[in-house]
């Protein structure tokens, strides 16, 4: 390691490597890697016990393998049950390269199209892996019982989704997402009935207990009595989803949070590209200071909505209908003739920043552009725009009260997901031993931006058939000494966490924790969101810190341990954001190249497009914690890709 | 707008609970009601007054965390969710009463707080296939038709909030056990475990403390989900055929 600080931010460490990853034939390498992890004897695998944090779709079908497998599995999330997982939100679908369609589909097809789709900055052998799987995934939830759509002979129907060009995403009406976690759910309370798994709702993961260099257990606090309690186990698993909620805005659930994870890290385990986040271009627009999530609307209605501004900024408060043709902007047809309205979701997100920069947005704080839909009632009548989108426009008449059929709608990009999380090998095991990460909570498929309908994919691939085979290796490999609660580690595990408990009840500051919430998603979505340029990074490293100096000494927590204690909870989940979000804006000023969702103003071509930088960037990073006073250390894992041949984008 | 809230306050499980009245000046029609119980909460956090406990998640209607009798109406006066009612829904200078859910198998754990743990004890009596990971056979080797499929989607809606037992006058879980029992029921993969499963969620269903259906169809009603009474119909009549096999 170089002692150099460089920026004044960061140093460089030596780089690292995936070291499980199999050679050979790409084709050949899961079932190589399936092959050479050992076994464990089923007589053996009920002594060995797997703790997995986070229920969706990644954490409960680990849960349910792991258990049906005969491990001896706890199964912890913050919510009141674990079917409430946030993966239940997913709307789209979930891709799978079966080729019913016969269009000309393949693993080969999905794997290109996602490695692409990641601006190559993911690895070849897990995203291959990923389609390889995808299979079998729709196999299996057909099995339980997940009501996909059909068609008329009985088949499963596909669409065309995130414009690919094959039919390939597998669909529950608009409620994909919370089918297959039902089906994921009721295979874990299955295991619970038999007595394979233990599950602890409303129970947070507060710290991570690494004795000898290996993750052994956790710390959580039971969130109804408050006792802070100690969870022993041979391996941890992680699938505690991304870290949107940094922005205090997003798509993601109000609980979601980066805290396991980001305690983790504390404790040695690196993350990887923690500033790629995608943001969404379709979503309703922000009403006022009072608003406390963002809410979705599909995709799929770029396919028939025009999007546009007006050309001058003073009718930006006009009625839109009052606004003559010739004086509208269609902007992204104008700009992208080739793709107009269906360009990809970064693109979109970006024009859209641009036009409201431009003092053309529309709405409450002049932050929304139009979707407008009357060209295509016009053309194909009302009743067929309802039979496509009926849904979607009931629910944004319910939370705007404008009706969509009579008044364009208005969008606006928001924080969806986060392709960052922590760094892990081909195993799905982080840089701490016995640490394993799955889902969206790691950092591996997707590179610097996600296919639509892969996220649902990733999860259950992570968590159905990837974890359970390699777990299995760390697990054959003990076993390892025995640990009880009065181990140095564990107490000292223990015993900051609970202190850190009271430090926030004793804080008599004057500032409530969403205020500060609020004030640092202020931060990241000003300086690390749709666009960002070295000077703002800088600023928003500056402005974190101070908003965090002030958090420790002026945040007022009310009420006690020993009860349900929301401002308890969000407490320590925004004491982890305020360290993220540094660490985001640090790795998003490294990385002085436009990739993905990561636009960097300073590396684009010269009619504004991204540029991509592969000489200088092909490669993940993995940041290692430096230490309480100390800076984050950058570990570069070079990306090598054998099969793909990378190319730069363009639209235009 | 200017409104009342009168909310259920209570300590704990054990503790006694009371109605508490509280002020909002300053409320936007465009606020969800969540929110308006969010600013509510800064408001009271900053005079120093604890919270309110609520559970809330998604907040886009379909996790199921959310649910608050609102002028004793389960999720509020739309047949939405608590979270996708908004302000608007109310008028200006109105008095809105906010409580749990009341139920006894669904104990309030802390002000609007209840726990549904009964409803994942009953999914773990037998609402599931038995299929291990791994095992399942190729996706199209079973043909489904079409309205079998859609009956299965329309059932398996359910987001476990828990209105239709906060709504019945009997504390029935019916509608959800009926939801459950249907959506596997018309599958083919649903088909090996029919029997036994209806009998054994309904064994948990009466052992956790809920009541029994007497066809008021007020759960229906207040079902976010729209889930149909006739669920009810069809988890009688595959309790009927159980009973006559011996289960």
């Given at each position: 390691m170089t002692d150099d600080l460089i920026d004044g931010l960061y140093r460089e460490g030596a780089p690292i490597r995936d070291t499980k990853a199999p050679s050979g034939p790409i084709e050949q390498r899961w079932s190589k890697r399936q092959f050479e992890a050992k076994l464990v004897n089923p007589a053996n695998r009920r002594k060995l016990s797997v703790i997995v944090v986070g229920t969706g779709l990644a954490g409960g079908a680990a849960a349910a393998t792991l258990g049906e497998q005969g491990y001896q599995v706890s199964a912890f999330c913050y919510?009141?049950?674990?079917?409430?997982?946030?993966?239940?939100?997913?709307q789209g679908g979930m891709n799978a390269a079966k080729n019913y369609k016969g269009d000309g589909d393949s693993v080969y097809r999905l794997f290109y199209d996602t490695v692409k789709g990641g601006d190559y900055r993911a690895r070849e052998s897990n995203v291959y892996r990923l389609a390889e799987v995808s299979s079998n995934i729709i196999d299996q939830c057909v099995a339980q019982g997940v009501p996909f759509a059909r068609e008329y002979g009985g088949l499963l129907d596909n669409r065309s989704f995130g414009?690919?060009?094959?039919?390939r995403t597998f669909y529950a009406r608009g409620q994909t997402g919370q089918q297959l976690l039902i089906g994921a759910y009721q295979a874990l309370q299955r295991q619970v009935a038999e007595g394979t798994v233990t599950m602890y709702s409303r129970h947070e993961m507060l710290e991570l207990i690494v004795v000898d260099g290996r993750a052994r257990g956790i710390i959580v606090r039971?969130?109804?009595?408050g006792e802070v309690e100690t969870h022993l186990a041979d391996a941890v698993v992680l699938a505690?989803?991304?870290?949107?909620?940094v922005f205090f805005?997003?798509?993601?659930?109000?609980?979601?949070?980066v805290t396991a994870t980001w305690r983790a890290h504390r404790k040695g385990a690196y993350f990887g590209n923690p500033c790629f986040t995608q943001i969404h271009p379709t979503c309703i627009p922000v009403a006022?200071?009072?608003?406390s999530k963002l809410t979705l609307m599909s995709e799929?209605?770029?396919?028939?909505g025009r999007i546009w501004v007006p050309?001058?900024?003073?009718?930006?408060?006009?009625?839109?209908?009052?606004?003559?043709e010739e004086d509208r902007d269609y902007y992204l047809e104008r700009i992208y003739p080739a793709f107009g309205n269906l360009v990809p979701r970064d693109i979109a997100s970006r024009a859209a920043k641009y036009q409201c920069d431009a003092g053309k947005g529309v709405g409450p704080g002049g932050l929304g552009v139009y979707l407008d839909f009357s060209e295509v009632i016009g053309r194909v009548g009302r009743d067929t725009v309802s039979a496509r989108y009926g849904n979607l426009f009931d629910m944004y008449k319910q939370i705007t009260g404008e009706d969509p059929y009579e008044v364009p709608m208005r969008i606006y990009p928001a924080v969806h997901y986060t392709m960052g999380g922590l760094w892990v090998d081909y195993d799905l095991q982080?840089?701490?031993?016995?640490l394993f990460v799955a889902g969206e909570?790691?950092?591996?498929?997707?590179?610097a931006n996600r296919l639509g309908a892969s996220a649902l994919m990733q999860g259950l691939s992570d968590g159905y058939f990837v974890l359970p085979n390699t777990i299995r290796d760390y697990l054959a490999s003990g076993p390892y000494p025995a640990v009880d609660e009065s181990a140095p580690e564990v107490v000292e595990a223990k015993k900051s966490v609970t202190s850190r408990i009271e430090q926030f009840l004793n804080?008599?500051?004057?500032?409530?924790v969403d205020s500060y919430h609020r004030e640092l998603g202020h931060i990241m979505w000003e300086y690390c969101g749709m666009s960002r340029n070295r000077e703002g990074l800088l600023t928003a490293v500056d402005r974190i810190r101070t908003l965090r100096k002030e958090y420790w000494s002026n945040v007022k927590v009310l009420g006690?341990?020993?009860?349900?204690n929301q401002s308890l909870e969000r407490a320590g989940r925004v004491a982890d954001f305020l360290e993220l979000g540094e660490l985001m804006c640090i790795d998003a000023l490294h990385r002085r190249e436009s990739c993905g969702g990561h636009f960097r103003?300073?590396?684009?071509?010269?009619?504004?497009e991204a540029e991509r930088r592969d000489e200088e960037f092909a490669y993940a990073a993995a940041w290692e914690w430096g230490g309480e006073d100390s800076s984050p250390v950058l570990h570069k894992e070079d990306l090598v890709y054998e099969f793909i041949e990378l190319k730069q984008r363009s639209y235009k | 707008m200017k409104i009342t809230v009168k909310v259920w306050r209570q300590t704990g499980p054990e503790a006694p609970g009371k109605l508490v009245s509280y002020q909002l000046d300053d409320v936007s029609p465009d606020m969800s009601f969540l929110e308006m119980l969010d600013v509510l909460n800064e408001n009271l956090a900053t005079s120093g007054e604890e919270p309110i406990a609520f559970d809330s998640d998604c907040?886009?209607?379909?996790?199921?965390m959310c649910g608050l009798m609102i002028n004793g109406s389960a999720h509020g006066p739309?047949?939405?969710t608590t979270c996708q009612?908004?302000?608007?829904?109310f008028s200006d200078g109105e008095t809105i009463t906010i409580e749990p859910w009341r139920a006894?198998?669904?104990?309030?754990?802390?002000?609007l707080i209840v726990d549904r743990g009964a409803f994942d004890r009953i999914i773990s009596?037998?609402?599931?296939?038995s299929v291990n990971t791994g095992?399942?056979?190729?996706?199209?080797?079973t043909l489904v038709p079409k309205v079998n499929a859609d009956r299965a989607f329309d059932t398996a809606?359910?987001?476990?909030?828990?209105a239709c037992v906060a709504a019945c006058p009997n504390a029935a879980a019916m509608l959800f056990l009926g939801a459950k029992v249907t959506h596997l029921g018309e599958l083919p993969q649903g088909q090996p475990e029919r029997d036994s499963r209806v009998v054994k969620m309904l064994n948990q269903h009466d052992h956790e403390g809920f009541g029994g259906c007497t066809n008021v169809g007020a759960c229906a009603d207040a079902c976010p989900k729209e889930i149909p009474l006739d669920v009810i119909s069809q988890l009688n009549q595959d309790l009927r055929r159980a009973m006559v096999k011996g289960y």
């Open positions: 919510q009141d049950s674990p079917r409430r997982a946030h993966s239940i939100a997913a414009g690919v060009q094959v039919s039971d969130m109804v009595s505690t989803g991304g870290y949107g909620n805005l997003s798509t993601n659930a109000m609980g979601c949070n006022g200071e009072h608003q799929s209605l770029r396919n028939d050309k001058k900024a003073e009718d930006r408060n006009k009625d839109p209908r009052q606004i003559p982080s840089s701490i031993p016995g909570a790691n950092f591996s498929d997707h590179g804080s008599k500051g004057t500032r409530t006690e341990n020993e009860q349900i103003e300073e590396s684009q071509t010269e009619d504004g | 907040r886009e209607g379909i996790c199921g739309l047949r939405t009612l908004h302000m608007r829904s006894e198998p669904f104990k309030v754990l802390r002000d009596a037998g609402g599931f296939v095992s399942a056979p190729e996706a199209h080797s809606a359910c987001i476990g909030c828990g």
